[in-house]
């Protein structure tokens, strides 16, 4: 169930049903299935999670817990490797800060030339603090990661390769397996940022071999705030978590404290319950649509996409459909992204604009922006005309 | 979210004066002598621009601009730039952001204020 059909789970487009939403790579809708959810925590057993002896909070811990079973399916992952995160940015934060501790001024990190700031600002930070570098790996001029690159930059070094599986402002999906390898055979640990594929590609982290994978759960039809991290058991187990207090500890004197179980010790405090129920329900929900059916739509979009909006602006993305997401990002020349976003604004068509917390990559690409429309579930091909009349009267007002 | 509306909305923003003023801006140049220079940055947009400043008596003599950005950044710049011609530092601080809008004088939406505003905040940051 895809495009129209798929609209009506979604009481946004009841409400605007000539909107052209073209912005799910930075948030996408919420379907009913989610709102319900956590509606239903809220109304119908709201209690703390792991503490109460009483009914109501064993009922909240129950579905709290069958939502980490949801997302560990979702992924293919055991549910004692899911940790509930507010999103992306924190389970990358938390890798960079945790996972470099002992890293030295030999020590190298290999990352992308198209990371989101979320996969490069702790990065730096944390290579500023423990003097460790920086490295990235550099993309052909068809916007994909260039292997060879990356084989030159991986050395006996690299402690870490962290890459977007699908780059949030090109489209871009990385070869994963290929750097995985790469990493491993030289003893890295890899870290996925898969923010922009988790509602738009099957994610199998085994298949994927991947050590680490963070995504959000606003981006593929659940709450804000929400998100998991995703790490391999072995590695789960010997990681010192990041914040300390209640739920996270198994003994505590006043002088020491002993770690719960994993899991657990990476969730300290109460968590965000009913974002985590509503997560849960979105990977239902996605499993449900299917995602290889949800892939081959979208596919299908985007190839349309690129074809009628191609004619007019200046796409900057992979042209080989099968190595890109919906993720369309394009310019036009004499025209500034605000005001192309705004202008396609006004004819109900939203898309994102600016430099899509891709500064470094811009600059790389010799661009101060795009601006980006980019395809959901529920995204139709006459959400793409509109888009193309607007950019057509766009063109005619700002480059006349 | 403004749906649907009719063009006639769409050039209350961008009206024939913005649009002359994003094609052709005024002062974009880089005056031949000038006291000082200041950077300015859109974050959201990630749009740069810079001004250079001369004085003469105490008075602002010269003014350019340069770098790039969207239709209602570069028509304030445009605006801005010269309105300060002749003012001393004093009365070029105490002009407000309404002031900015009102010389533009189009509708400008939460999300544009910051290009809007972008040359006068540097411009005021460069005198203080």
């Known amino acids: ?400 | 979210m403004r749906l649907e509306l009719p063009h006639s909305e769409i050039e209350a923003v961008y009206k024939e004066m913005i649009l002359e003023l994003f094609r052709h801006p005024l002062n974009k140049k880089i005056p031949k002598r000038y006291d000082v220079k200041r950077r300015g940055l859109n974050p959201s947009c990630g749009d740069e621009i810079e001004v250079m400043i001369a004085w003469e008596e105490g008075k602002l003599s010269d003014i350019g601009h340069q770098g790039q950005g969207c239709a209602i950044s570069q028509a304030a710049a445009s605006l801005i730039t010269d309105y300060v011609k002749g003012k001393t530092a004093t009365e070029i601080l105490s002009i407000t952001n309404t002031d900015m809008i009102n010389m533009l004088g189009i509708p400008v939406s939460y999300t544009r204020i910051k290009c809007a505003l972008l040359c006068l905040s540097t411009i005021q940051d460069a005198l203080t």
């Not at chain 1, 922009?196 to 039809?221: C, I, N, T, W």
């Not at chain 1, 900057?316 to 310019?331: H, K, N, Q, W």
């Open chain 1, 1 to 400: 169930m895809t495009g129209t059909a798929a609209k009506q789970h979604f009481a946004l487009f009841a409400r605007h049903p000539h909107l052209a939403y073209l912005d799910n790579a930075a948030s996408t809708q919420t379907p009913q299935a989610v709102v319900g959810a956590m509606a239903s925590y809220y109304t119908g057993y709201r209690a703390n999670i792991h503490r109460g002896v009483y009914e109501l909070s064993a009922l909240a811990t129950g579905r709290y817990e069958n939502a980490r079973g949801a997302l560990a399916r979702f992924i293919n992952a055991s549910a004692d490797e899911i940790i509930f995160t507010s999103g992306t940015t924190a389970g990358l934060n938390w890798l960079a800060l945790r996972l470099t501790q002992k890293f030295t001024s030999r020590d190298n990190v290999v990352l992308t030339r198209l990371e989101h700031h979320a996969n490069l600002v702790p990065w730096q930070q944390a290579a500023k603090e423990r003097g460790f570098s920086l490295r990235f790996v550099e993309l052909t001029p068809g916007y994909e990661i260039d292997l060879a690159s990356a084989r030159t930059l991986i050395d006996e070094n690299t402690k870490v390769v962290g890459f977007a599986l699908v780059s949030n402002t090109l489209g871009t999906i990385s070869p994963a397996r290929e750097l995985i390898a790469l990493a491993h055979e030289r003893g890295a640990l890899t870290i996925v940022d898969a923010a922009q594929a988790a509602a738009h590609l099957p994610l199998d982290v085994r298949d994927l071999e991947a050590d680490f994978v963070a995504f959000s759960g606003h981006k593929m039809y659940g709450p804000t705030g929400s998100g998991v991290l995703f790490g391999r058991r072995e590695h789960l187990r010997r990681l010192e978590p990041l914040f300390y207090g209640g739920e996270m500890v198994s003994h505590v004197t006043y002088e020491t404290a002993e770690w719960a179980g994993i899991p657990e010790r990476f969730e300290a405090g109460t968590p965000a319950i009913a974002e985590a129920i509503g997560l849960g329900a979105a990977a239902e929900f996605i499993t449900g649509l299917d995602l290889a059916a949800i892939r081959a739509h979208e596919t299908r979009l985007t190839e349309y996409a690129l074809e009628k909006v191609g004619k007019e602006v200046k796409i900057i993305g992979p042209a080989d459909i099968s190595r890109r997401t919906g993720v369309v990002s394009f310019v036009i020349k004499g025209a500034h992204p605000h005001d192309i976003a705004d202008i396609l604004d006004k004819h109900g068509v939203v898309v994102r604009a600016g430099h899509h917390c891709t500064m470094p990559l811009m600059r790389y690409l010799g661009l101060t922006g795009a601006t980006r429309a980019s395809l959901g579930v529920y995204s139709t091909a006459e959400d793409i005309d509109r888009l193309v009349e607007g950019v057509r009267y766009a063109k005619k007002v700002l480059c006349a």
